[in-house]
C-alpha cells in the first residue's frame, strides 16, 4: 500500500531552486530518514507534503489524497513533529489538552508516560523545551497516526518521546519520515536519502 507518492515535486523561493523534481514512494511500514546540510531544503519538502506550503510542480499523495485538496483529512492521519516547537497562549496546559480531548481520546496512560500530569495546571509558556516536545509528541499519537514525520530529528526530540514513538511505530507498522543533517538510525532502520542540490539521492549504506 502506497502511503506517500511525490512524483517530480519542484520548490523555489525568490530566484533560489529549493527542490527540483524530488520523487519518492514510501509503502506502509517503510521508515525514510532525509538528510542533508542545513538550508538544502528538507523542512521545505516536509511543508510541501503537509501543503504548509506551496509546491511549484509536481504531484504528491498521501494515502491516495492531494494535500493541496484534502489537507484536514490527511492531517488528521499524520502525526507531525515540526523542526520548531513553540506554543505562543496564556492558556495552561489541561485546556490545551481538553481541546485535543475534542477532537481525540484522551489517553492518559500515555500523558503519565510521558510525565506530563503533573504540569495540567501550568501556563504552557512556562514549560520547557523537553516538556513541549512532549507536548507535541502527544499530540501526534493521541491521533493514532498512519503517518509519523518528525523534521530535524536528532536534535528536537527526547529520549522518552522516541521510547514511545518507536514503540507505537513498531506495534502498529506505521510509516515514518524523519529529517537530520546526517544519517540517522535513532528509530530503528531506515532508507537513507541525501537532499542536496534540489534532488533526492538514494543513500547506499
Known amino acids: 500500500m502506497e502511503v506517500v507518492k511525490v ?37 521545505i519538502l516536509i511543508k510541501c507534503l503537509l501543503d504548509l506550503v506551496i509546491r511549484d510542480g509536481g504531484s504528491i499523495s498521501i494515502f491516495g489524497y492531494d494535500p493541496l485538496n484534502y489537507r484536514e483529512e490527511i492531517l488528521k492521519q499524520v502525526g507531525y513533529i515540526p523542526q520548531n516547537v513553540y506554543i505562543r497562549t496564556r492558556l495552561n496546559l489541561g485546556d ?41 509528541t502527544y499530540i501526534a499519537l493521541a491521533k493514532e497516526p498512519k503517518l509519523i514525520i518528525i523534521d530535524d530529528i536528532e536534535t528536537k526530540i527526547d529520549g522518552k518521546s522516541l521510547y514511545l514513538i518507536r514503540r507505537y511505530i513498531d506495534r502498529n507498522n506505521i510509516t515514518l519520515i524523519t529529517t537530520s543533517r546526517n544519517p540517522s538510525n535513532v528509530l530503528g532502520e531506515y532508507i537513507h536519502a541525501l537532499l542536496d542540490g534540489g534532488g533526492l539521492h538514494q543513500y547506499p549504506g
Open 7 to 43: 512524483i517530480n515535486l519542484s520548490k523555489s523561493i525568490g530566484i533560489k531552486n529549493i527542490l527540483n523534481n524530488v520523487t519518492l514512494i514510501l509503502h506502509r511500514g517503510e521508515r525514510l530518514n532525509i538528510y542533508g546540510r542545513e538550508g538544502s531544503g528538507k523542512t
Open 96 to 136: 490545551i489538552l481538553d481541546v485535543i480531548h475534542n477532537l481525540y481520546e484522551e489517553r492518559y496512560g500515555l500523558l503519565e508516560e510521558l510525565g506530563l500530569i503533573g504540569y495540567i495546571d501550568e501556563d504552557v509558556r512556562k514549560l520547557n523545551y523537553e516538556h513541549l516536545i512532549r507536548l507535541y
